[in-house]
């Protein structure tokens, strides 16, 4: 047999036990899939709607205004004025809504007969009778909202041995312990500086700008360690702080610049790791802590670069870009959000400047607050805080004649409470929409009526329309084919909790 032949043979062989193997092996298993899960499904059937309004032109402030009932509606026409909300889409977690405790407010908060005070806690803090506010943040030393400038140090100490708050506990540690205590025993707290003191800025003033030296950056950031632990020695605990206020403003006030960059080395070669040395490598950083106009900017310089960013828990705003001309850029604030979604947003400060006692009244007030609020929730921010929590029948104290309104103005002369509708405004999202409550989706068929809404951890379902038209608007709150009539105020911000 040659060779060639017995090679043919051998390969016809294996061929053969190769089909024979095959044929007998058994058939691969059929994958096995599971069908989809089906998203849970929020029905409103059998569901009630309790509705609160504040409207102008009215006697309603955060008023009960009856009980709503769904009725099937399973495709609504062009013409029918929706609200649709759904709960089946969840989004980000708020973490609280408050405001300011600031010198301004202790000191007026203290010219206040015992009643009024009393008045004030409960107004604030409690979530039944008043607008159960659970964020808070004050400031570390002085800003323009006290009746001077100080420092908590000596000049030149830079070892910080005489570091002492004494000057606080005059006023602003026994307000914020009486908030702490009206809130139930937790108020969410956090600090921020609005300048170092002046022997560590080049411009040698607390006031007007000015940078902070480099030779002193480390001593700075024992400084925030000092607060910080000074003031939870003595009962007031601290989730979290931002790096400056404003860092880009040179004020006739207390200020100091960082430019983007600045604020990154600061936080990755000097703060981030002083707070996680010293033991409170937990508490909440955030960073930028001024207006939306150039929230993306600083947010890309300093989140961009992972030693900065392993230190930072989010992103703080304010909303006063509107000094320029502009509207205020609700879409900056969403741009971090999809970039970053990892972090967090954060409204660190909002009021409105040039107070006028005559105008304390004044509706568009609270409609500027309803607004903010709406469009800051919707795109992406976890909290709301307002600035002064209190201030005078001037608009202050302020040492630089800096005036602004606050929801509640407290006149020393009558010793009586003024209620702006700022605050009633500001209540329809805190006393309905608490901490742990996540944002859902929600719609409007009509851009004069706005909407956000969200979903708690008791199951209720908070929806808040605001009206900012001169015209009353009927129109549907919808929900997975259900519909509750409902009508909308002329210039009214109502809740609709939906149990």
Sequence with gaps: MSTKFFSVLLLAALSATGAVAQKAAKPAAKPTTKPATKAPTYSAVGRKVQVFTTAASTNQRLAAAGELSFQPLPQPLETQVCVFIDPNHTFQTVLGIGGALTDASAETFAKLPKAVQQEFMRAYYNPKEGIGYTLARTTIASSDFSTAPYDYIADKDESLKTFSVKHDEQYRIPFIKQAIAAAGGKLTMY???????????????????????????????????????????????????????????????ESCVFTAEEERDFIKGYLGPTLKKSGLGDRKLIAWDHNRDQVYQRASTILDDPEA?????????????????????????????????????????????????????????????????????????????????????????????????????????????????????????????????????????????????????????????????????????????????AVSLPHSISTFVVK
């Design 309 to 485: 960013a392993q230190y930072v828990w989010g992103v703080g705003y304010h909303w006063y870009e509107t000094w320029t001309g502009s509207s205020m850029m609700f879409d900056n604030v969403r741009r971090v959000r999809e970039t970053y979604p990892s972090k967090n947003l954060l409204l660190t400060e909002a009021c409105i400047e040039k107070f006028d006692f005559n105008k304390v009244n004044d509706w568009a007030l609270g409609e500027k607050y309803g607004y903010s609020m709406i469009n800051d929730f919707n795109n992406g921010n976890v909290g709301w805080t307002d600035w002064n929590i209190l201030l005078d029948e001037q608009g202050g104290p302020n040492h630089v004649k800096n005036f602004c309104y606050a929801p509640l103005i407290g006149d020393t002369r009558t010793g009586k409470l003024i209620y702006t509708n700022i605050y009633y405004y500001i209540g329809h999202f805190s006393k309905f929409i608490r901490p742990g409550a996540k944002r859902i989706s929600s719609a409007t068929t009509r851009d004069w009526l706005q909407t956000t809404a969200f979903q708690n951890t008791d199951g209720s379902v908070a929806v808040v329309v605001m009206n900012s038209s001169d015209k009353q608007q009927d129109f549907s709150l919808w929900l997975n084919g259900q519909a509750a009539p």
């Design 191 to 253: 600090v921020a500086p609005w300048s170092p003191p002046a022997w560590m800025k080049d411009n040698s003033n607390r006031l007007k700008g000015g940078k902070l030296l480099p030779k002193y950056r480390q001593a700075w950031a024992d400084h925030y360690v000092k607060f910080i632990k000074e003031y939870e020695r003595q009962g007031i605990p601290i989730w979290g702080l931002s790096t400056q206020n404003e860092p880009m403003a040179v004020q006739t006030w």
